[in-house]
């Protein structure tokens, strides 16, 4: 059981994995970033969120944009004190790559939206390679390092990002 009161947005509350955050004590509030009414409710009376937004979903960047402004402003309105932003690295440079562009201005509409926050930039996740061996693993790995053409990848576990946080509160 967590020992801080927590609660997460889910677009689907009875899903495995939102139930499975329920066992551990998590309060869930059935909405998505696309639904003001459901954000406002998810983000009443909380200390701190932390947002994600995906550029993968239907709509790609300019929904994702849409979402985290959306989002933004529910923060804003419920007068939220901290916010977690995940960006990633190299959104504060003008690239013309769509979504570190739409990361970028997601992070100034942060910027001007007042509300006190911190912004992550990842790298590249270890996650997302494949845990197991074998000729998928072989060939896919094959094909990134054929797309990086010899340049260098930082990578980082997402695990490792959320225990530094916690290194660095004293893991409250």
């Known amino acids: 059981m967590l020992k801080k009161n927590y609660r997460a947005l889910s677009r689907r509350p009875e899903s495995p994995a939102a139930k499975a955050l329920a066992a551990r004590g998590v309060e869930l509030v059935k909405g998505s970033l696309t639904d003001t009414a459901s954000l406002l409710v998810a983000l009443e009376g909380i200390s701190s969120a932390f947002l994600i937004t995906v550029p993968t979903g239907p709509g790609g960047t300019q929904a994702e944009e849409q979402e985290g402004k959306t989002f933004l402003d529910a923060a804003r309105e419920t007068r939220l004190p901290f916010l977690v932003f995940s960006s990633v690295d190299g959104a ?7 979504f570190l562009e739409t990361k970028r201005d997601l992070e100034e509409y942060l910027r001007e939206s007042g509300i006190h926050h911190t912004i992550l930039r990842p790298v590249a996740f270890f996650d997302n390679f494949p845990k197991q061996s074998g000729m998928a693993s ?35």
């Open 92 to 98: 504060e440079r003008q690239t013309g790559v769509p």
């Open 138 to 172: 072989f060939f896919l790995l094959g094909m990134f390092d054929a797309a990086l053409r010899g340049k260098k990848l930082q990578l980082v576990a997402c695990t490792d990002i959320g225990n530094l946080h916690l290194a660095r509160k004293g893991s409250r």
